[in-house]
T-cell receptor, first 113, second 117 residues
Framework: DAKTTQPPSMDCAEGRAANLPCNHS???????VYWYRQIHSQGPQYIIH???NNETNEMASLIITEDRKSSTLILPHATLRDTAVYYC??????????????FGKGTKLSVIP | SAVISQKPSRDICQRGTSLTIQCQVD?????MFWYRQQPGQSLTLIAT?????????ESGFVIDKFPISRPNLTFSTLTVSNMSPEDSSIYLC??????????????FGPGTRLLVL
């Protein structure tokens, strides 16, 4: 798996968009970018993933640069419940169900009232 | 998404003993994974468990210390053997793709919090 680099912490005002950056300059062509979050020692929660196109779901948007060397997770209207550690992961999917996620240290996002 | 439960949710154990953690999924899944999260740290993959075959362990983890069973497509166990205080961690199971297109996602259980005295 390609290594990812994230800022250790970020603050965001409640109601504002939270933009979490991730660098993955060594990502290879078949590696997906995944985002998970972990709220206070609960099991990690899947947020979104993408390969090269931007993706959006009910939780967030994922913007991947054209060269795929970096991405940004956007939480459009952050709430206090979004306070968590956010992990950006580059993972290879083999198509045979055999792939794994390598977690880094993540970004601790604090949403401020 | 899959619904995953783990038992026990937490336990306090004496050193030298063993604990078996169960992971149950509400649907059949191809791959199951076991992770460890030591206090204040990120998640580390212990092993990958495929139904009907031996588990594949990551560097630094061995079968004698962390034996794994995968008897069917909805259930797995991880045993932490001959425990020491350094084994105090959260142990998490996750499940992998179902083989259906668009389901290339791992979902995690709530974790088992283990304290070894």
């Amino acid at each position: 798996d390609a290594k990812t680099t994230q800022p250790p912490s970020m603050d965001c005002a409640e109601g504002r968009a939270a933009n979490l950056p991730c660098n993955h300059s060594t990502i290879s062509g078949n590696e997906y970018v995944y985002w998970y979050r972990q709220i206070h020692s609960q099991g990690p929660q899947y947020i979104i993933h993408g390969l090269k196109n931007n993706e959006t779901n009910e939780m967030a948007s994922l913007i991947i640069t054209e060269d795929r060397k970096s991405s940004t997770l956007i939480l459009p209207h952050a709430t206090l419940r979004d306070t968590a550690v956010y992990y950006c992961i580059a993972a290879t999917y083999s198509g045979a169900g055999s792939y794994q996620l390598t977690f880094g240290k993540g970004t601790k996002l604090s949403v401020i009232p | 998404s899959a619904v995953i439960s783990q038992k026990p949710s937490r336990d306090i154990c004496q050193r030298g003993t063993s604990l078996t953690i169960q992971c149950q999924v509400d649907s059949q899944v191809t791959m199951m994974f076991w992770y460890r999260q030591q206090p204040g740290q990120s998640l580390t993959l212990i092993a990958t468990a495929n139904q009907g075959s031996e588990a594949t362990y990551e560097s630094g983890f061995v079968i004698d210390k962390f034996p794994i069973s995968r008897p069917n497509l909805t259930f797995s166990t991880l045993t932490v053997s001959n425990m020491s205080p350094e084994d105090s961690s959260i142990y998490l199971c996750s499940v992998g793709p179902s083989g259906l297109a668009g389901r290339e996602t791992q979902y995690f259980g709530p974790g088992t919090r283990l304290l070894v005295l």
